[in-house]
T-cell receptor, first 115, second 116 residues
Framework: DVKVTQSSRYLVKRTGEKVFLECVQDMDHENMFWYRQDPGLGLRLIYF???????EKGDIPEGYSVSREKKERFSLILESASTNQTSMYLC??????????????FGNGTRLTVT | AQKVTQAQTEISVVEKEDVTLDCVYE???????LFWYKQPPSGELVFLIRRNSFDEQNEISGRYSWNFQKSTSSFNFTITASQVVDSAVYFCALSGYTGANSKLTFGKGITLSVRP
């Protein structure tokens, strides 16, 4: 079974702090994604990565950056957290060998509160 | 640009009722994929089904069925004889076929509550 693990389930940070959200998958998947989920807005893509050291902006990248130094790990970085970044963050991965449209496998999410 | 519209935001039914969740999509791609995901209260999104644009056959899996109609750009999901365990947020999603177009675009989700 594919496992996508997000390091924290709940996180509380102060405005202006640098925040790292970590995601690890154990199935050697090429693609990894970061979404945020807000009530009434659904899931919105922040960044995604096709493979190691590759990254692409999603629909709402402002205020975020990412790092993918190893295939299994995809980190989301909030350089200077703000209250409007309070949200549920979801990481996902999928294989692409021969098929760009394999289903995404999601982690349990990190609920981040910025005060 | 791709777009997924789930016009229903919240649906409440009594157990054993049938319920249909609507999904309408927009895309300029001729080849694309459609998905449904379920998000139970635990939070983890669970994949339910994937359908490609060439396959308009309806699909049934137990109490779940999906109706794909290209002519109306819809991919609706029906739960027959609903159960309390079906209570969740359901997302419809769309992706193109290759490369950057293959990133998933999600609808806003439908919160389904099934009352005993």
């Amino acid at each position: 079974d594919v496992k996508v693990t997000q390091s924290s389930r709940y996180l509380v940070k102060r405005t202006g702090e640098k925040v790292f959200l970590e995601c690890v998958q154990d199935m050697d998947h090429e693609n990894m994604f970061w979404y945020r989920q807000d009530p009434g807005l659904g899931l919105r893509l922040i960044y995604f990565s096709y493979d190691v050291k590759m990254k692409e902006k999603g629909d709402i990248p402002e205020g975020y950056s990412v790092s993918r130094e190893k295939k299994e790990r995809f980190s989301l970085i909030l350089e200077s957290a703000s209250t409007n970044q309070t949200s549920m963050y979801l990481c996902a991965s999928r294989p692409t060998t021969g098929n760009y449209n394999s289903p995404l496998h999601f982690g349990n999410g990190t609920r981040l509160t910025v005060t | 640009a791709q777009k997924v519209t789930q016009a229903q935001t919240e649906i409440s039914v009594v157990e054993k009722e049938d319920v249909t969740l609507d999904c309408v999509y927009e895309t300029r791609d001729t080849t694309y994929y459609l998905f449904w995901y379920k998000q139970p209260p635990s939070g983890e999104l669970v994949f339910l089904i994937r359908r490609n644009s060439f396959d308009e056959q309806n699909e049934i899996s137990g109490r779940y069925s999906w109706n794909f109609q290209k002519s109306t750009s819809s991919f609706n999901f029906t739960i027959t004889a609903s159960q309390v365990v079906d209570s969740a947020v359901y997302f419809c999603a769309l992706s193109g076929y290759t490369g950057a177009n293959s990133k998933l675009t999600f609808g806003k989700g439908i919160t389904l509550s099934v009352r005993p």
